[in-house]
């Protein structure tokens, strides 16, 4: 099965800054990937998928890019409601796995 | 509006069996692959499993496969997680989700159902 890594597992930063979390799978994914924001008690939004197509009603700042195997998500200037955890997940073939996550925390 | 209400979450004994229905409204259900993520307390998500359109195809991560199956009801619109044999490790939060066919994103989720596996 394909596995997927992010890193950082944690971030510290302050609003108006630009963060990237990477997601890397051991195999080529193409560009079948997706990325999803988690807050507290809540479900998961997703927020872009097939690496950088975003996803309707979500802000501009958020950005995907990459290919087959190393992915990033880029937050240009970061708002307060932004402070949650990313996952990125692959959807090219079952199993599609999840990230471990990547937890962005107000500094 | 997308409407996805999960339910059917208990406090159960290991080996036992549940089953979760995540009820749908707002779409065509026929349309669409459905997905099962769970998240176990304090954990990140898990991809369970999913169910292609018809119900003809389904997949399973290993840890579930032979004790957890999928299915779908198009004329009621609800999709099914049977979960038997139940393991401690199984405790979670179980998401139903829908599939976005051109980018295969997960674009709608429920709120969840909380299944608690202990004796």
């Known amino acids: 099965d394909i596995r997927l890594t992010q890193s950082p597992s944690s971030l510290s930063a302050s609003v108006g800054d630009i963060v990237t979390f990477t997601c890397r799978a051991s195999?080529?994914?193409?560009?079948?990937l997706a990325w999803y924001q988690q807050k507290p008690g809540k479900a998961p939004k997703l927020l872009i998928s097939?690496?950088?197509i975003l996803q309707s009603g979500v802000p501009s700042r958020f950005s995907g890019s990459g290919s087959g195997t190393d992915f990033a998500l880029t937050i240009s200037g970061l708002e307060p409601e932004d402070f949650a955890t990313y996952y990125c997940q692959m959807a090219n073939t079952a199993p599609d796995s999840f990230g471990q996550g990547s937890k962005l925390e107000i500094k | 509006d997308v409407e996805m209400v999960e339910s059917g979450g208990d406090l159960v004994q290991p080996g036992r069996s549940l089953t979760l229905s995540c009820a749908i409204s707002?779409?065509?259900?026929?349309?669409?692959?459905m997905s099962w993520v769970r998240q176990a307390p304090g954990k990140g998500l898990e991809w369970v499993a999913n169910?292609?359109?018809?119900?003809?195809?389904?997949n399973f991560v290993d840890s579930v496969k032979g004790r957890f199956f999928v299915s779908r009801d198009i004329y009621e619109s609800i999709l099914y997680l049977e979960m038997t044999d139940l393991r401690v490790e199984d405790t979670a939060v179980y998401y139903c989700?829908?599939?976005?066919?051109?980018?295969?994103?997960?674009?709608?989720w429920g709120r969840g159902t909380l299944v608690t596996v202990s004796s």
């Open positions: 097939s690496t950088s």
């Open positions: 169910i292609n359109k018809d119900g003809s195809e389904k």
């Open positions: 195999q080529n994914i193409d560009n079948w």
């Open positions: 989700a829908r599939t976005y066919e051109p980018t295969r994103g997960l674009d709608h």
């Open positions: 707002g779409f065509d259900f026929r349309t669409h692959w």
